[in-house]
């Protein structure tokens, strides 16, 4: 297990680090940071995640507070709509911005529309852990500050905000990492005149050769994203020790009857109307739109083949659901042993562990770059069992997530009578531990597969070939290209992508995992 994650994960890392240092030298570096226009890269990166992330936040609170606290019709229905867009393709977040702004007659390569799909990406962040944390917070001390006098506000302020604090901290954190990765979207919505260390990243090994910039760029944006990484886990990880057992009897939610409750449900609902829904619909809608009206004549198209692509975007999405399903089986497999691993303790499983983890402390364009360097000397960047390998790598903290709890949580004890009655090893792993572990197995799956089926900054390096083209490049492709049909071929090809990875989040969803 040690063996594959180094070769997957730590090897390609390691070129881009060679490749800083030794290839390029501390004074190439030094001229490289130099550049103004790094910085102005850099500053751009920082300043659109900063204003993405205060957005969010912005809007996020009022559904955290109205899923978290008030019981209403739909509450259900919020919450699953709002964890949808968190699973879809950047890409295809991006498309359907572009969608909605083109409809509006607005500009679509602009600060704005980057915000707004941040958002709209995002949003599932605040809501899920600081909406989690507001639910777990014990409602007496809230009541106890209004018995004394406190107003709505001055109870908020002074009691709510400050137990809610490390949980709004987190939810910044992982959102502004989210948003300073952003690759697709800058892509689609900014174009080339609104580049980040993403993109520049992308730009410079692919399309200039300049593969030292390119590994200063990243090393720069590693260092950037493993802090913001760390401090994000620990914050969660102390959310969670704060309010994971502070639910009591009186911890339910109020009716939706209670003074202000209509009002903040009101304002839940139209925010997730305007944030969430209507990118979609607009989404929907213009792959529906034809010249002469509106038709299925765009979903035809996704049959024929064009100059534009070296395969149909069938095809592409064929390429896809394949290397989702193997990424998903060889992220299950790793994920197995290394949850076994991590369990068994000791200098292996700690090694397993801090490894297994960093594809959530890099970005996938940044281990997309590592496997083009590193690999480059065995010649194995452009086969195409490399993509569906690299999925795995970035879906297997996901699978992990879901076994290693559930792995802890088999007692110790139900092994071993199951040996004192004589079962064998293997009849314990398939009689005792299999049955707990296939749900957890299933949702770590459904996860590595809705991650695998998006990929879209490792496999922009990878793909060389038809056989190794997926659907996400196939929809960047189109939407780059001049042309009404392309563009009805990309958001028809958007919608089905969207589609499949909604569905899954919706499984999820609906098993209570997500």
């Keep these: 297990m040690l063996l594959f994650l180094g070769a997957m994960v730590l090897w390609p890392l390691s070129a881009i680090l060679l490749r800083s240092f030794a290839g390029v030298g501390i004074e190439r570096i030094g001229g490289i940071l130099g550049r103004p226009s790094v910085w102005h890269v850099v500053g751009f990166t920082v300043g659109q995640a900063a204003l993405s992330t205060a957005v969010t936040l912005v809007i996020g609170l009022p559904i955290a507070l109205a899923v978290a606290r008030i019981e209403f019709p739909g509450r259900t229905a919020i919450r699953s709509l709002v964890i949808v867009p ?36 995002n949003v599932a962040v605040v809501v899920r852990i600081t909406g989690g944390a507001w639910a777990r917070l014990d409602p007496r001390y809230v009541e106890a500050a209004r018995a004394l006098g406190a107003s709505p506000w001055q109870a908020f302020r002074r009691v709510t905000l400050p137990a809610l604090r490390p949980a709004l901290t987190a939810s910044a954190l992982l959102a502004f990492l989210f948003c300073f990765t952003s690759y697709g979207v800058i892509l689609v919505l900014g174009g080339p005149t609104r580049s980040t260390l993403e ?30 990484a760390i401090v994000a886990a620990r914050l969660q990880r102390g959310v969670r ?11 339910r939610r109020r009716p939706l009857n209670a003074p202000g409750s209509r009002l903040i449900v009101a304002l839940a609902v139209v925010l997730v109307a305007l944030v969430v829904v209507a990118p979609l619909v607009s989404l929907v809608a213009s792959s529906l739109r034809t010249g002469s009206g509106y038709g299925l004549a765009n979903y035809r198209r996704l049959l024929e083949t064009s100059d534009a692509l070296p395969v149909s975007p069938i095809r592409a999405l064929a390429n896809s659901l394949g290397f989702a399903a193997l990424a998903a089986l060889v992220a299950c497999v790793c994920g197995l042993a290394s949850a076994r691993s991590i369990a068994s303790g000791g200098v292996a499983g700690r090694l397993v562990a801090v490894v297994s983890i960093v594809p959530l402390g ?68 398939r009689r005792v531990e299999r049955p707990i572990l296939r749900r957890a197995m299933v949702t770590g799956a459904g996860f590595a597969m809705a991650v695998s089926i998006g990929e ?42 969207g589609a499949v990875a909604g569905l899954i989040a919706l499984a999820l969803e609906l098993r209570g995992e997500v």
Excluded at 219 to 225: A, E, G, S
Excluded at 399 to 408: D, E, I, N, Q
């Design 241 to 251: 020790r704060r309010t994971g057992s502070a639910r009591s009897r009186d911890s």
């Design 199 to 228: 993109t520049e990243i992308q730009r410079y090994a692919v399309f200039r050769q300049e593969f030292d910039v390119a590994a200063v760029l990243a090393l720069l944006q590693m260092i950037v994203v493993a802090t913001l």
């Design 456 to 497: 879209f900054g490792a496999t922009s390096f990878l793909s060389r070939s038809g056989a190794g083209f997926t659907a996400p490049l196939a929809v960047f492709r189109l939407l780059s290209r001049p042309g009404t049909i392309l563009r009805g071929q990309a958001l028809a090809l958007s919608v089905v992508i």
């Design 86 to 121: 968190f699973v879809l393709p950047t890409v295809v977040v991006a498309a359907a911005f572009r969608a909605l702004f083109g409809s509006l007659g607005m500009f679509e390569q602009s600060l704005v529309a980057i915000i707004a799909a941040h958002v709209f990406f």
């Design 362 to 429: 890099v970005s996938a364009v940044t281990l997309g770059f590592g496997y083009l360097v590193g690999f480059a000397r065995f010649d194995l960047r452009r086969s195409v069992w490399l993509i569906p390998l690299a999925h795995s790598i970035i879906g297997l903290p996901f699978v992990l997530a879901s076994l290693v709890p559930a792995l802890g949580s088999i007692p110790d004890r139900l092994r071993q009578v199951a040996a004192t009655l004589g079962a064998s090893p293997r009849q314990v792993v």
